[in-house]
C-alpha cells in the first residue's frame, strides 16, 4: 500500500507553488497554425485553468501545514497565599508543556496532504486536455458554421438564376407557378443563411469564451489546406493503453491513495497523544536562618498521555467513514476507468463514420448531385421536365455539399476527442 502512496512524490517541489507552469502542447500536423496560437493562449488565459492552478496551489500550502507539532503551551500561575516549605515560600509557577502525537501520526498527515495535492495537479493536466479539447471542438464547429454559411450564399445566388429562368420559361408560355415556386425557394434559403449566421454567432461567443475575450472578437479563419486522411495504424495503435495515463485516472487514484492513508490516520487515532512538561517554582528565602537549599527554585518534569475515552465512538465512526470513502474511491476509479473505455470506443465508431460519410457525400453523391442538376436544368429550358425536378435537384445538392461539411468537422470534432481521451496526438498524412 505504502508503494503506491509514496508515489505521491512526483508533485513537483516547487519554493512557489504560482511560479508552476506547464509544457505547452505538442503541436498537431492536422491542424492548421492559427489553431495552435488560439489553443496557446487558452492555456495562458482561460479563468477557469487559473483557478485549477490556484487550487493545486492551496493544496500544496497544505502540505506545508499538514505533520507540524501542536504549538507548545506555556502557563503561568500566582498562589493566592504562599506554600510555606522547608526551603521558603512557593510564590510563583511558570509551566510549558509540547503534546507529541502519537508515532507515525505526523507522517501520515504529511503523506495524506501531498497525495491530495498530487490530486489537485492531475486535476490540472484533465483541465488542460478538456480545455484544449473545447477549444478545438469549437474551432471545427465554427468552421463548419463558417463555411456552410459560404456555400448557402452562393446557392443564393443559384437561386437568383433559378428565378429568371423561370421567369424565361414563363415568356415562353410555361406557368406563372414556377416564378413563385422559384422566389419561395429564395426566401426558405435567406432564412436558413440568417439561421446559420446566427448560430455561427453563438459558436463565436463560446470559442471567445474559452480565450476569455470579448464575444464579438474577431476569429481569423485558416487559409484553405488539402483534405487530409487518417493514419488509421498511427491512430488507434495502442490507445487502450494509454488510458491509463488519463490525468483523470491518475488523480482518482490519488484519491484513492489519499483515502487509504486516513484510514490509517483513524486507526492511529485510537492511540493516545504524549504531553511533556517543566513546570518551575519562585521559591522565596526560607523564613529560618540556616536551612538548607534556602530559596531554591524547585523545577518539575512532567510526562503524560492524553486518554481517548470520551470520544471512543467518534473514532470508531471516523474509521468506518475513512474505510467506506476508500472503498468508495477504488469503485469510483473503476467506473471513471469503464466510462473513459466505452468514450473511447464511442469515439472510435464516430470517427469511422465520419470518414465514410466523407467518401460518400463528397466522392460519390456530390458529382452525381451535380450532373443531375445540369441534366434537369437542360431539360427544363428545353421544356421536356417540369419546375420542380429543378428545385428539388438543387435542394439535393446543396444537402450534399452541407452534410460533406457536417461529415469533414464531425471527423475533426472525434480526432481532439481521441487526443483527450489518449494523451496522444493524431498525425494526419495527406494522400
Known sequence: MFALLIGCASVPDESSAASVTLPSPPPNASEAPKLNRYVALALNDNPALKATRLDWNAAWER???????????????????SIQTRT?????????????????????????????????????????????????????????FRRATAVVREDLKLKEKTVTVAQEGVRAGKSA????????????????????????????????????????????????VAD?????????????ALLENHPLLKAWQSRESAAEVTVELARKAFYPDLVFGVDYFDTGPARTPGIP???IDPVLITAGVELPIWQIRKRRAELREAEAL??????????????????????????????????????????????ALKITEQNYRNGQSEFEPLVQAQRHLLEIRLSTLR?????????????????????????
Open 177 to 224: 407557378v414556377d416564378v413563385l415556386s422559384a422566389q419561395m425557394e429564395l426566401v426558405r434559403l435567406s432564412e436558413k443563411l440568417t439561421n446559420l449566421q446566427e448560430q455561427e454567432s453563438v459558436i463565436q461567443a463560446e470559442f471567445n469564451a474559452v480565450l476569455d475575450r470579448p464575444p464579438t472578437a474577431e476569429i481569423t479563419e485558416p487559409a484553405p
Open 63 to 81: 502540505t506545508e501545514q499538514a505533520g507540524t507539532l501542536p504549538d507548545p503551551k506555556l502557563t503561568f500561575g500566582n498562589f493566592v497565599e
Open 326 to 371: 476508500r472503498d468508495s474511491a477504488r469503485l469510483s476509479r473503476q467506473a471513471v476507468k469503464n466510462r473513459l473505455v466505452t468514450e473511447l470506443t464511442q469515439t472510435r465508431q464516430k470517427l469511422r463514420e465520419a470518414e465514410r460519410l466523407i467518401v460518400l457525400y463528397r466522392d460519390r453523391l456530390e458529382p452525381l448531385a451535380q450532373n
Open 228 to 240: 487530409q486522411e487518417l493514419d488509421e495504424r498511427s491512430s488507434f495503435e495502442g490507445s487502450d
Open 407 to 431: 461529415a469533414i468537422a464531425d471527423r475533426a470534432q472525434s480526432l481532439a476527442e481521441l487526443e483527450m481521451l489518449t494523451g496522444k496526438p493524431y498525425p494526419a498524412k495527406t494522400p
Open 88 to 144: 521558603g515560600p512557593q510564590r510563583r509557577k511558570y509551566g510549558i508543556s509540547q503534546t507529541i502525537p502519537w508515532f507515525g501520526k505526523r507522517g501520515l498527515s504529511r503523506l495524506k496532504a501531498e497525495t491530495e495535492a498530487e490530486t489537485a495537479w492531475e486535476q490540472i493536466h484533465f483541465s488542460r486536455r478538456e480545455l484544449i479539447y473545447r477549444l478545438r471542438f469549437l474551432w471545427h464547429e465554427w468552421l463548419y
Open 293 to 295: 537549599d534556602s530559596g
